[in-house]
């Protein structure tokens, strides 16, 4: 079975979600509830770092398309940063890196939020 784990910092008022391993049908409802998680607390900013991320399917698409109109009718957004070649070309060829900002870094994730 695929493995998936996350982990969350914060950096002033925003939430840095790190995910490894893969996300597909089998692991998005973990990935969907750390999201739910922190928009439940009040936290709509939040970076994705994806730079431990294999592998992600249509359901872990699925579930970023299920929060961002929520996230962002609270004044927040999600930035998408450490995105492998791979990965990015799933998220370009969907059209995902029309709907989201995404970094090289954490940092200028971060920063994006503080300007």
């Keep these: 079975m695929a493995e998936f784990s996350s982990s969350i ?8 979600i790190s995910v490894k391993g893969f996300i597909d049908a089998h692991t998005a409802p973990s990935f969907e509830k750390v999201l739910a998680d922190l928009t439940s607390a009040g936290r709509f900013k939040i970076v994705i770092d994806f730079g431990g991320l294999q592998y992600i399917s249509s359901a872990g698409l699925g579930v970023l398309m299920g929060q961002i109109e929520y996230i962002r009718e609270n004044n927040g957004d999600i930035k998408l940063v450490n995105l492998s070649k791979k990965v990015y070309k799933v998220f370009d060829l969907l059209g995902f890196t029309t709907l989201y900002e995404t970094f090289d870094d954490i940092e200028g994730g971060v920063k994006s939020f503080l300007n």
Excluded: G, L, R, T
């Design 9 to 16: 910092k914060y950096q002033s008022n925003v939430a840095i």
